[in-house]
Structure formats: structure tokens, C-alpha cells
């Protein structure tokens, strides 16, 4: 599997990010992408870290979703690749339209770092297969407009659709439904506020983030197995 960790200005989980790739599963290339590069046709997933992209201006992500590289993680995503987007990524997913919502303020107005308790809603993805159906993990956030928001009828469509992939155990920072991570309708593009790469290994606190990266590896490996 070649996997690429798109680096933008004020990313600051890029390194987190690599380093999940590249110590825990057995990727064949992981590649620090710049912003700048037109293309991430290469590559077999595609990986936008946590951070400040542009500073957080305008709104989180707003100025990511136009950077060079993005119509080609658009392009990439409908063709059915694997794309994840955490904390940061995620707002980048939702200004591109690649997953419906938005991000407001937590309902507090504080920036929130600590570790959580987070529910597997739906381990029927290509990232959430190592998991258990209604598995409880402890997974860190860090965030300060984590606040997930959809109308009415898009909430109601997640649930119905199964597209919730992630819930906080309690009510965190304010999102409907207690909201921690969702789908897009192929199950291929996954946006959560939770760290998954900040939790690799007990020494940290947590291993609870590892089986999300085998997943990804184990769908990468079951989907190109040659038979004889």
C-alpha cells in the first residue's frame, strides 16, 4: 500500500500521522505530500493530518479545501480510494463537500485536549473493521471547533444510512448526536475529530487508534489479492 499524509501550512499531526504508517502496519511507501502537488493519483490512501491549516483563517479548513492538491484528493475519493481526515482533516473534508456538516465553536468556547472515551457505531468500513460493533476505545482529541452540525434531515439521513462511524461516550464538545466521526454514502472517505494516530501504543496511554491504520492496510491488501 502507498499512503500519502498531505502536509499543509500549520499542520502539526503530519508527523503522528507517518509515524502510524510507517511503525505499525506494512505500508510499501508513506510520503509526506506537499499542498502544493497536483496529484495524488499514485497512491493507494490518502491521509490529511490534524493541525492549523492557514492558521485556522476564515474558519478552520476553509482555506485548505482551495489548495492545489485538493481536486486531486477529490478526484481520488470518488474513485473509491480510502480518504481520511482527522481533526483538521476533517474540517478540510467538510469545506470540500466530500462529507456533508459543518464545525462550529465547542459549546464550552474552549480549545479541549484530553483523552475520550469513543463508541464504534459502525464496524462495517474499510476503517473500522478491526473493531468490534459497540466497541468503547479511548482515543485523544484536541480541538477548539470541534462542534459538529447538519440539518435535521442530513443527521437523520447518517443514521439511517449507518454513515456514523464514531460517537463520544457523553456530550464533549456539542455535536448533534454526539457526533465523532462519519462517512461519506461509499463508506471510502472517514472525517473524525478524534486522534487515532495519538493513540498507537500503550506507552502513550492508548493502542485503541492502531486496528483503525490495520483496517485500512487489510482492506488495501484484500481488495488487490492476486488468486492463482
Known sequence: MKAAVIVFPGSNCDMDMYHALTD???AETVDLVPHTAASVA???AIFLPGGFSYGDYLRSGAIARFAPVIPSVITEAKKGKPVLGVCNGFQILLEADLLPGAMKRNKHLK???RTVDVNVENADTCFTRAYEQ???LRIPIAHGEGNYECDETTYETLKAN?????TYASDVNGSIGNIAGITNEAGNVLGMMP???RAMEKLLGSEDGRRLFTSVYRHWRDTHAVTT
Open 111 to 113: 480549545y479541549m485536549c
Open 134 to 136: 459497540g466497541e468503547r
Open 195 to 197: 486522534h487515532p494516530e
Open 42 to 44: 499514485a497512491y493507494d
Open 24 to 26: 505499525f502496519i506494512d
Open 162 to 166: 449507518n454513515r456514523i462511524a464514531f
